[in-house]
């Protein structure tokens, strides 16, 4: 008579050894980001189990489809597409290819995107923007490399490139308070991304270094695009007590609060000195010209790419590695002395 046995899974190994899927799948792949402790339980279950990775899958893993993906927010916000020109370029050069994904600030779509790479569709993903928490997304590590570009959070466990957000909120702020404003408005981004926090706090940083008092009414969160810009204008138009100069987090916002003022018959910088980010092509077609933070994307997109082909070729190099670049002011006409 047969006896039947049942085959021994990877859900045994992480019953037995009392760890997360992810962890085994981690020892049994050998990668980095392991502890000794569990890596010692696992190795313990795998012996005691007598369990035997599946080798084709393991090999299937080993196969490169010469693909990154990259993962945005929205291809509509014109930095995303500098950003996706520059690494571009030096992608083509190492013979391989870009996979755009647009999450439209979807938490589920973000997932999905990720899940490529447990489908072996991709060789790594590059998070150039994060709509879930780290902890939502770790476990992918497991199944290929990730880079995160533009993007800090912490938490981390990979390479991150990107801007001091801070620093350069606090460069802008500055400028103006050097050249005689008090009364300075504020536009962020989405509040709860580590970008819109960073930003948020080198404003208020200089600020407070001047010995000039916060007025919430002048700070507005979850500001997009030239129809956000267009909307703080008639907020501001609106204050009985106005600022005499926005910073905004973005040049379409500043060009959108430009294109607001002239239309109600204001004169910029006159009337109000206005700040943009990023410098876009599109703050040189206003007038006045745009003052701009400058993010450094060709060297963001060059060391991106750097660092992803470093993990594919290596996934054991694969580490958590901070990358802070620098902003540059770009002094044009939109903002006056007082």
């Known amino acids: 008579m047969k006896i039947k046995t049942k085959a021994i899974t990877i859900e045994d190994v992480v ?4 760890v997360s899927r992810g962890t085994v799948s981690r020892v049994i792949n050998d990668h980095p980001h392991v ?8 190795k313990e279950a795998i012996e005691q189990l007598d369990y035997m990775p599946n080798v084709s899958a393991q090999r299937l893993r080993n196969i490169k489809t010469k693909t990154i993906a990259v993962i945005v927010s929205s291809i509509s916000n014109p930095f995303f597409g500098l950003l996706l020109e520059e690494l571009e370029k030096d ?8 996979l755009l994904c647009n999450t439209r600030n979807s ?3 973000e997932i999905d995107f990720l899940r490529l790479l447990i489908t072996n ?8 923007s994060m709509a879930n928490y780290w902890e939502n997304i770790k476990e992918f590590v497991n199944y290929g490399p990730i880079v995160c570009c533009n993007q800090f959070d912490p938490k981390v466990e990979v390479p991150s490139i990107g801007l001091d957000h801070e620093e350069a909120a606090y460069i802008g702020t500055k400028h103006f308070i050097d050249n005689g404003h008090e009364k300075i408005a504020f536009c ?19 600020l407070k270094e001047s010995g000039l008092k916060i007025n919430k009414d002048w700070i507005f969160d979850n500001v997009y695009g030239t129809a956000g810009g267009i909307e703080v204008f008639n907020n501001v138009a609106n204050m009985r007590v106005r600022p005499t100069a926005v910073f905004s987090g973005g040049d379409e916002i500043a060009v959108g609060f430009i294109k607001a003022a002239l239309d109600s018959g204001w004169k910029v910088p006159q009337d109000i000195s206005v700040m943009g980010f990023d410098n876009q092509p599109i703050g040189t077609f206003v007038s006045p010209e745009l003052t701009t933070i400058q993010q450094p994307i060709e060297q963001m997109g060059k060391i991106t790419i750097q660092k992803m082909i470093e993990s594919i070729n290596n996934i054991q190099s694969m580490r958590s590695e901070e990358i802070i670049l620098k902003a540059n002011l770009i002094e044009r006409n939109s903002v006056k002395t007082i």
């Open 188 to 206: 962020g981004g989405i509040s709860q991304f580590n970008i819109s926090v960073g930003r948020k706090q080198g404003y208020e940083k200089a």
């Open 107 to 109: 938490k589920k779509k």
């Open 121 to 128: 569709q991709v060789d790594g993903i590059i998070l150039a």
């Open 91 to 98: 992608v083509i050069k190492l013979g391989y290819q870009l």
């Open 35 to 42: 502890s000794e402790e569990k890596r010692k339980k696992v």
């Open 15 to 18: 019953r037995l050894s009392g």
